[in-house]
């Protein structure tokens, strides 16, 4: 066993901001951060618009981003929240900057800001369109400086551990004592106690296969979470990217920045017809959730697997020196964007609900805090407004920093019993777990996807729970391995999804059920 004064999981923004942070602020006390894949692999690596913040007073104001924010979220975003985020924005920015964490500059010196979609002035700082990667970067290097801070990459966590693991704990309230991990090098599995636990563990793309999140974002946090009793809420409010680059394989897919349509492209179906026009007045520049919506419905309508984004009439010189990235990534794929149309898919790419958390970043159990995208602040209600993602990572890791560095968690005095596998064997079947998953995602795209419908989701839920049944047995009689963990992590996210799905009767930001039409 381990001990922790403070046990981080996850190493994306949310995470490594507080790491650094405490660590700062407590030289004498100790911080570990478990991730799963190395240590720079996260989804803040592969967010590439950049961190919504006010800078300009002239032609910016709070009130405005405020204002954009709650457009965005439809009616469901907590009006308080959203103002404590956006005021602190640029005090956070600061910080990253003293990191050591570099944006884009204009001629004259200045922050060169971009817009897209939603936002309604530039107010987006960004690193050309790596944006996340150079944050990772910077946070990174200042937690390996350091000394009290360890990093263990390649480390799954398993499971909280909660009072229902603790022998004769007659306590009602919940508490989280630290996490059972699995070394995935030596295949042993290990308790890390911890005075306090937080969960920075990022997405859940996964679950649908199609998504710009890397192969990572399984719902680990929110799974683990929802199995310790924590309260989970708006699940049913995935967000998805309406332009990620279409790829036969269906794996991983490569995101072309919302950016890009702010810069000028279009939006075409294969006869060559600009279809934006068609469905909003504001045309490819128009919110996340229509975008799709408009594209989902071309797809359904023609039979197509993809329609393409268009940016040959727009100036190359310019494009290539804000978008290297995007640029040499269609050139790998054979697509010369100077002529050449790029196919795109909506895919999933962002979730809006999550562990319900505070201010403070306190979940329903005690000592257990949660932070970034598997977290449900009230930020962005039914839809995220673009770029306020990695914003609230760093608002939110502050607060949790702050409540730490006020109210001192004593060590818990229990007895944490060891991971016990008895009477596991290791699996033959590893095809089970390649052939449940498939079985899983397809059933998340196809039932479960941008638009629903009662009839669909409540198929949707009898047939995860065959393969809900053939995972927990598989779990119950398996060693550990991180596939299969995952897959169990991902059926428990699913569930969550399709059940709040059904319990939400009005059509909301991104959630679109074509029953609910008649309430709108």
Known sequence: MIEANYLVIGSGIAGLTFSVKIAEKFPDKNVIIVTKASEDESNTKYAQGGVAVVLDAEKDSFKKHIKDTLIAGDGLCDKEVVKMVI???????????????????????????????????????????????????????????????????????????????????????????????????????????????????????????????????????????????????????????????????????????????????????KSGHRFMLDYDERAELASRDIVSQSIDNELKKSGEPHVYLDCTHLDMDAFKKHFPNIYNKCLEHHIKIDTDWIPVVPASHYLCGGIKVNKKGKTSIDNLFSCGECTRTGLHGANRLASNSLLEALVYA???????????????????????????????????????????????????????????????????????????????????????????????????????????????????????????
């Open 87 to 269: 005021t602190e924005g640029p005090k956070r920015l600061q910080e990253l900057l003293l990191w050591g964490a570099n944006f884009d500059l204009d001629a004259s010196g200045e922050f060169d800001l971009g817009k897209e979609g939603g936002h309604s002035e530039y107010r987006v700082v960004h690193h050309k369109d790596i944006t996340g990667y150079e944050i990772e970067r910077a946070l990174l290097k200042r937690a390996h400086q350091l000394p009290n801070i360890s990093i263990l990459p390649h480390h799954f966590a398993i499971d909280l551990v909660t009072n229902h693991h603790i022998i004769d704990d007659k306590s009602e309230k919940i508490t989280c004592y630290g996490a059972y991990v699995f070394d995935q090098q030596t295949d042993q599995i290990f308790t890390i106690k911890a005075d306090s636990t937080l969960l920075a563990s990022g997405g859940i793309g996964c679950v649908y296969g199609h998504t710009t999140n890397p192969i990572i974002a399984t719902g680990d946090g929110i799974a683990m979470a929802y199995r310790a009793k924590a309260k989970i809420k708006d699940m049913e409010f995935v967000q998805f990217h309406p332009t990620a680059l279409y790829d036969l394989k269906g794996e991983s897919s490569f995101l072309i920045s919302e950016a890009v349509r702010g810069f000028g492209a279009y939006l075409r179906n």
């Open 398 to 520: 502050h607060n949790i920093f702050k409540y730490h560095s006020e109210n001192n968690h004593k060590p818990a005095n229990v007895e944490i019993p060891d991971w016990n596998d008895e009477g596991t064997t290791i699996p033959k079947e590893h095809i089970l777990i390649q052939h449940n998953l498939k079985q899983m995602q397809a059933l998340m795209r196809d039932y479960v996807g941008i638009v629903r419908s009662n009839k669909r989701l409540k198929r949707a839920i009898k047939h995860l729970e065959l393969i809900h049944n053939e995972v927990e047995e598989l779990y119950k009689e398996s060693k550990i391995s991180t596939s299969l963990c995952e897959l169990r992590n991902m059926v428990n996210v699913s569930h969550l999804i399709i059940t709040q799905s059904l319990e939400r009767t009005e059509n909301k930001g991104g959630y679109y059920n074509i029953d609910n039409v008649e309430n709108k």
